[in-house]
């Protein structure tokens, strides 16, 4: 009975913080440079331009990779990687892998739980994500808009040195400038995402379309990748260029969606929507799958120790 119970049970709420964090970094590995691009894209047509960067034009995903390797190099689709990577340890690990205990607290431990719970679980764990992670997110989205000016020279000169300039020219607050649209895009890419994942793969189960192995997982992932890209794009372009503006550019989050919208059009909210599906697409498979396969293996693992020889 008691190999019988360890066998039976599920991944604990360790094992699910850890294997997210570990999944998303291993999926940020992979799509970093379509998110590189994503963000040129998205900060193209802003009427301030960095010094040097005016010449450069982008046009569509690969084109801008392309660009991106002729005119900067290859290690620029990389940039912003160290800050990329401790965000999704800090960020993923609480909005993804706390995501099931947040729902059952909502649902107060019962089996069940509706779309209105797991909107509930994935705005919470969204928002609290955001309060570990702002700084990181600030540094990684400088970093991949960040040109090689015409000297050579470059905005910061590494990861620790843009937390400390930032600090020091915008003052502690510049480390979380746009921390309310990106909570609420968090809010709703957590909902979009892990909610519709959750759904997606609980309907393919119920119904017998699927079992729980990786076949399921990729179509899930898939599903969850188109339903976020088109609800949480314009939130995302908004908190780009908020947090990539200087100081005084915008007055807020709100100023930067009017000024965008008065000088570019409403179409300028989906500005970067192809990189954007293919990087969150790519990444909620590689991260969705990879996360079902830590979880598995860990919690196999821990069954193994736990249990009487």
């Not at 802003?46 to 660009?67: C, D, L, N, Q």
């Not at 990861?159 to 809010?187: M, V």
């Not at 699927?210 to 990748?225: E, R």
């Amino acid at each position: 009975m008691v190999a019988r119970k360890a066998i039976d049970a599920g991944p604990s709420a360790a094992v699910k913080f850890f294997g997210a964090g570990t999944a998303a970094c291993i999926a940020d590995l992979i799509t970093f440079p379509l998110d590189t691009a994503k963000v040129r894209l998205q900060i193209q047509g802003e009427a301030h331009k960095i010094e040097g960067a005016s010449a450069t034009k982008y046009r569509g995903v690969f084109g801008t990779i392309m660009t991106m390797v002729r005119t900067e190099g290859a290690r620029s689709l990389y940039s912003g990687l160290v800050a990329g990577l401790q965000r999704q340890m800090s960020f993923a690990s609480v909005r993804i892998g706390l995501y099931d205990s947040m729902k059952q607290f909502y649902t107060r431990s019962t089996e069940s739980a509706g779309i209105v719970t797991r909107l509930m679980a994935g705005c919470t764990t969204g928002a609290m994500a955001v309060a570990f992670a702002q700084p990181t997110d600030v540094v990684k989205v400088r970093f991949q808009a960040q040109v090689r000016l015409a000297d050579g020279g470059k905005r910061y000169k590494g990861t620790l040195d843009a937390y400390k300039t930032i600090a020091r020219d915008e003052g502690i607050r510049g480390l979380w400038k746009g921390c309310i649209p990106n909570i609420t895009r968090n809010a709703i890419v957590n909902c979009a995402e892990l909610v519709t994942y959750d759904m997606i793969k609980e309907l393919l189960l119920k119904y017998d379309l699927m079992t729980d192995n990786l076949p399921c997982h990729f179509t899930a992932a898939f599903g969850a990748g188109f339903c976020t890209t088109v609800v949480a794009s314009p939130v995302d372009v908004v908190k780009t260029r908020f947090m990539n503006s200087g100081t005084g550019q915008y007055s807020s989050a709100i100023n930067c969606a009017f000024t965008m919208l008065r000088n570019e059009g409403a179409t300028s909210f989906y500005k970067g929507f192809t990189p954007s599906f293919l990087r969150l697409g790519s990444w909620n498979i590689v991260m969705f799958v990879t996360y079902e396969q830590i979880k598995q293996g860990m919690t196999r693992a821990q069954q193994y120790w736990e249990l009487p020889f």
